[in-house]
């Protein structure tokens, strides 16, 4: 049987700290549709972590909050600006465009899922004309598909000239908690120019929940019909809430973040291949040729071949260093 220690940081199962908090949220009967007190605490413990005055949703799928994010800042005749490799570009199937009622998606270039400032600026400075969809919104991931991580002053140059022109902001944090443990500041994020950020929680080792935070308050306006018409306003959305509780109220988020870090760093040191970008949050991305990836997989290990024809391993805060040294020494063999 395949193993899928290192696939994703999805495959991994929830923390502990997150099932007990749906335990503890699986008592007696509340109000529905995100009114209940459960919502409301974990909401406060997203703010006091972010230090912000923002409003606080919570869905089923990094998918959908970035999508109904990006939705809310653009109309459907304008368009995104983000990384090429960015996931709203290359695995959500359209979603943006197609909650968004056809806005498009402008793909820029930039080395380790970082984008090239040029490239963000020759982007910036084209004409709005008529027979194209001229961007209206920037969209950025930290930590990147990559595994890097932005400074806040990089991101800070991002925005800024977006900010300048008008444009809405869109941070996707699916690995947020891995850039904190790398030592992104969360509570300057608020001060960046985000209009809305995605703070994800199914990576970070929660049943599936991501939280939207809405730094931007006039986008809440009717952001609830928003997320009722997509199917995102459960009648029992207090399931999404409970994990960010159990996760945040001791700290546990960036704990088992800072364990996924770790475990990536001391698989790096015993990687017998190239290792293509900087190792700074929770993945590693190598050099490997098709027949020594097939060698992997019938030696029992699973991993993907990445969008820039590396072969990924993601580590998680399910990652014992066990099973670290073990494919170290598996890979080593197939070196």
């Not at 406060?44 to 972010?50: I, K, Q, W």
């Not at 022109?165 to 947020?176: I, T």
């Not at 908690?177 to 030592?183: E, P, Y």
């Not at 097939?294 to 071949?305: C, E, I, K, N, V």
Request: with cysteine.
């Amino acid at each position: 049987m395949a193993r899928y220690d290192f696939a994703s940081d999805n495959t991994a199962p929830a923390t502990p700290e997150a099932l007990q908090a749906l335990i503890a949220a699986n008592q007696g009967f509340t109000s529905g549709y995100g009114t209940d007190q459960v919502t409301a605490k974990a909401a406060d413990l997203v703010r006091a972590m972010l230090d912000a005055d923002a409003e606080v949703r919570f869905v089923a799928s990094g998918t959908a909050a970035n999508a109904l994010s990006l939705a809310a800042l653009c109309r459907p005749f304008e368009a995104v600006l983000a990384h090429e490799h960015a996931h709203v570009c290359t695995d959500e199937t359209g979603a943006p465009g197609y909650f968004g009622q056809g806005l498009g998606l402008v793909g820029l270039p930039g080395p380790s899922g970082k984008i090239d400032a040029a490239a963000l600026n020759e982007a910036l400075d084209q004409p709005d004309v008529s027979y194209h969809q001229s961007p209206a919104a920037l969209s950025l991931t930290n930590a990147t598909e990559y595994g890097t991580v932005y400074t806040h002053a990089a991101l800070k140059a991002l925005i800024q000239p977006a900010k300048a022109k008008g444009y809405g902001v869109h941070l996707d944090g699916a690995r947020l908690a891995n850039a904190a443990a790398a030592g992104f500041e969360l509570t300057a994020i608020k001060d960046l120019g985000v209009d809305i950020l995605v703070v994800g929680g199914t990576k970070a080792g929660m049943p599936p929940t991501e939280a939207v935070v809405i730094f931007d308050r006039q986008l809440a306006r009717r952001f609830d019909a928003r997320l009722k018409q997509a199917g995102q306003l459960p009648s029992k959305g207090r399931y999404y809430a409970a994990p960010f509780i159990g996760m945040l109220q001791d700290g546990a988020f960036l704990r088992h973040a800072a364990h996924a870090n770790a475990m990536a760093k001391r698989l790096e040191a015993l990687m017998p291949f190239k290792v293509r970008h900087p190792v700074e949050a929770n993945g590693l991305f190598v050099e490997m040729d098709e027949p020594t990836l097939q060698r992997l997989h019938a030696a029992g290990w699973f991993a993907y071949r990445f969008l820039d024809g590396t072969v990924r391993f993601m580590c998680s805060w399910a990652t014992t260093a066990e099973a670290v040294d073990t494919l170290g020494e598996t890979l080593g063999r197939l070196r």
